[in-house]
T-cell receptor
């Protein structure tokens, strides 16, 4: 157990819908990262937040957005869902926002878009 | 753009065999290098990391990796594998000194036969 929690574990929804994935970082970690893992693209970095502020952006679609709340939990919002958005979404946390700090990964949320 | 290549997508070995998984990266700056492992049904966890100093780094569970700057490589090795090493292995890189997510390779699925 890494100490990072993600809910829900599984999510099945239809095309065009909107979903919210939630992540709680390890106690004391200020930085949260979101990743998408799909069969064709592999593991891709989406976005990073540090202490409530966006710090880095990766290959995140405009239909996707995220935020980090004052209690440091983070939410990833996916809208206008397409079949290709079906994937495993991981959250990771680290103590600080610098690259040398180890990222601890959560168990992931499996999203299926039908 | 930075990228990571893992040459072996599937590797099957017998117990006690030696292991070497290849990883090459492409990046224009100074990088941090990581190997992560994902056991069946579990979250990603860090095996080892290289930031600077001795290019031969040792990680958990008897794994080690060697950074060869001239070859842009960071190969993972283990002298004698066990059945419990069956897992997916990911090489990853990020920019040293930056606030950045990890760029992952596609992963290597390792199966150890008893």
């Amino acid at each position: 157990d890494s100490g990072v929690t993600q809910t829900p574990k599984h999510l099945i929804t239809a095309t065009g819908q909107r979903v919210t994935l939630r992540c709680s970082p390890r106690s004391g970690d200020l930085s949260v990262y979101w990743y998408q893992q799909s069969l064709d693209q592999g593991l891709q970095f989406l976005i990073q937040y540090y202490n409530g502020e966006e710090r880095a952006k990766g290959n995140i679609l405009e239909r996707f957005s995220a935020q980090q709340f004052p209690d440091l939990h983070s939410e990833l919002n996916l809208s206008s869902l397409e079949l290709g958005d079906s994937a495993l979404y991981f959250c990771a946390s680290s103590v600080r926002d610098r690259a040398t700090y180890e990222q601890y990964f959560g168990p992931g949320t499996r999203l299926t878009v039908t | 753009a930075q990228s990571v290549s893992q040459h072996n997508h599937h590797v099957i070995l017998s117990e006690a065999a030696s292991l070497e998984l290849g990883c090459n990266y492409s990046y224009g700056g100074t990088v941090n290098l990581f190997w992560y492992v994902q056991y069946p049904g579990q979250h990603l966890q860090l095996l080892l990391k290289y930031f600077s100093g001795d290019p031969l780094v040792k990680g958990i569970k008897g794994f080690e990796a060697e950074f060869i700057k001239s070859k842009f490589s960071f190969n993972l090795r283990k002298p004698s594998v066990q059945w419990s090493d069956t897992a997916e292995y990911f090489c990853a890189v990020n920019q040293r000194g930056g606030a950045d997510g990890l760029t992952f390779g596609k992963g290597t699925h390792l199966i150890i036969q008893p």
